[in-house]
């Protein structure tokens, strides 16, 4: 039985992929700070293991990492938006925190599904959660279109280090699916053209199902009419 960790996996896309892994016969460690959100998912299927953790905490990440064991695919999905404003009203602490979640946690995860697959032997794929803001910002998303920036070098980085081990890594970057990070924005911008996030889900599972052999190291899934090509 193939396996895969997720992180962020209380709600929103994780959520759904998450479920959508279960559905394939896949086994599943859910990752994330809620335990009950976790339990609503694990406490139904038999193959879903709920491993509360905060991605920023190593010694955590760590721990769930070790209970889960053989690990075959990463999706390194957990993240926060941050507010929409400008730089300059942008608390420090606040700017720290989206970092810490969409940057130090990534690392975090990626540096132990790395060392996993190398400790096993055989290989082994880490997809991380980009964005369209990857490639071009929403205004006053400051915070957010940094760190996922920083995610593409470090999924080039990933895939190119992981050469020598069989490690592959790519990038999914998803374009206004409906989930609870895309609330607020909706909420504000009530004719923003959104997807179904079951189809965010159905992408990684594609990608994670490729054998080693193969790579997506960037894939774009996105709302057909939202503004991304030739925003602006």
């Not at 396996?3 to 460690?29: D, H, K, N």
């Not at 794929?125 to 920083?150: D, L, Q, V």
Request: charged share 20%; hydrophobic share 45%.
């Amino acid at each position: 039985m193939k396996s895969i960790l997720i992180t962020g996996a209380s709600s929103g896309i994780g959520r759904t992929t998450a479920e959508a892994f279960l559905e394939a016969g896949w086994r599943v460690g859910m990752v994330a700070r809620r335990a009950e959100r976790l339990a609503e998912v694990a406490d139904d299927h038999p193959n879903a293991v709920s491993l509360p953790a905060d991605v920023t905490d190593g010694d955590a990440m760590a721990a769930a990492f070790d209970r889960f064991g053989q690990l075959d695919v990463l999706f390194n999905n957990a993240g926060v938006f941050g507010p929409s404003v400008p730089i300059d009203e942008v608390p420090l602490e606040v700017w720290e925190d989206v970092l810490s979640v969409n940057l130090r946690g990534m690392f975090i995860a990626a540096r132990l599904a790395f060392g996993r697959f190398r400790a096993q032997g055989g290989g082994g794929r880490i997809i991380n959660n980009g964005s369209i803001s990857a490639h071009t910002p929403r205004e006053n998303t400051i915070c957010y279109s940094t760190t996922k920036h920083a995610i593409t070098g470090l999924t080039k980085s990933l895939a190119l280090d992981g050469r020598p081990f069989d490690i592959t890594a790519g990038q999914i970057d998803i374009g206004n699916a409906e989930s609870e990070l895309l609330v607020g924005l909706k909420t504000a911008n009530p004719d923003m053209q959104t997807m179904d996030v079951s189809h965010a889900a159905a992408a990684v599972l594609h990608m994670a199902r490729l054998p080693l052999s193969a790579n997506i190291p960037f894939m774009t899934v996105m709302a057909t009419k939202m503004p991304f090509l030739g925003r602006g």
